[in-house]
């Protein structure tokens, strides 16, 4: 019995969860759209997000990104078409290298390094600005503290995401096929042309869409669990700590419902 109360526990709590962070990205985003669309003056909130995708997105890009998608072309990409290519055709070879490493393992790769460089940040800050009242002097003087903070980086993040992801996957595609042309024959490089043809629209449109619903559940978390941090400040680790785990579980759920 104690297995099943237990079980029983876990899903309701579970359930409650997600239907709190839907019901949090819909009230941030009804209103952030609806402040930008009745303030004729909202240069600071267009401002916040500009700096939201410099910081998630361009500061990532040659640190982070550009290195480590070398590395999974070198690794991974370059291995899996020299290894493939004695048992399929070049369509076939190149159909799994985007299915697996473009559509698949870049997203998850770029949605692992905005959660641990970014949404992370964003907990401990709004994690740290709620304990020490500052939230509450800002919501005391009439600032919407969703618009101000949550919004711009749920924008930011979603953009950076699919800005990111789209990189990682050119890079890790391209790079692969230059290493394997390297390491194998230069007859590699006819891939360059298949890539780009064996590229369907709808697998496009939605890897788009999987990858800002990643962004949008990443800055969700972040700052859902940072503006819950209430107690004292030994909580903000606790609530970073639960957004990082509610960031990589969602990003799990999302590639599942699009697998399926």
């Known amino acids: 019995m104690k297995i099943l109360e237990l079980l029983g526990y876990t899903a309701r709590h579970f359930f409650i969860n997600v239907f709190e962070l839907v019901f949090f990205i819909v009230t941030v985003l009804r209103r952030g759209f609806s402040y930008i669309h009745k303030k004729e003056n909202s ?16 500061d990532s890009l040659v640190s982070i990104v550009l290195i480590l998608s070398v590395f999974i ?8 078409i020299m290894l493939l290519q004695s048992f399929g055709t070049e369509t076939e ?3 799994i290298v985007i299915h697996y490493i473009a559509f698949e393992l870049s997203p998850f790769m770029t949605a692992i390094i905005l959660i ?5 940040a964003t907990a401990i800050m709004t994690g740290c600005m709620t304990v020490n009242k500052e939230i509450k002097s800002l919501e005391l003087l ?8 949550a919004f711009p980086s749920l924008i930011g993040q ?30 590699d490089l006819k891939y360059f042309t298949i890539f780009i043809d064996s590229i369907a629209p709808m697998e496009l449109f939605s890897f788009l869409i999987k990858n800002m619903l990643f962004g949008l559940m990443i800055s969700a978390n972040a700052s859902f669990h940072g503006l819950h941090a209430k107690l004292s400040i030994t909580e903000v680790p606790q609530r970073t700590q639960k957004a990082i785990m509610h960031s990589i579980f969602s990003i799990f759920a999302i590639s599942a419902l699009f697998i399926i």
């Open 116 to 120: 641990c460089r970014n949404g992370s």
């Open 73 to 80: 072309g070198f690794g991974i990409t370059a291995q899996l």
């Open 142 to 149: 009439g600032v919407d503290v969703l618009v101000l903070f």
């Open 158 to 187: 979603a953009i950076s995401q699919v800005s990111l992801s789209c990189y990682f996957s050119a890079l890790s595609v391209t790079s692969g096929i230059l290493f394997s042309a390297a390491l194998g024959s230069s007859d």
């Open 93 to 95: 070879v190149i159909n």
């Open 43 to 58: 240069t600071l909130i267009k401002q916040a997000i500009v700096k939201e995708v410099i910081f998630d997105g361009v």
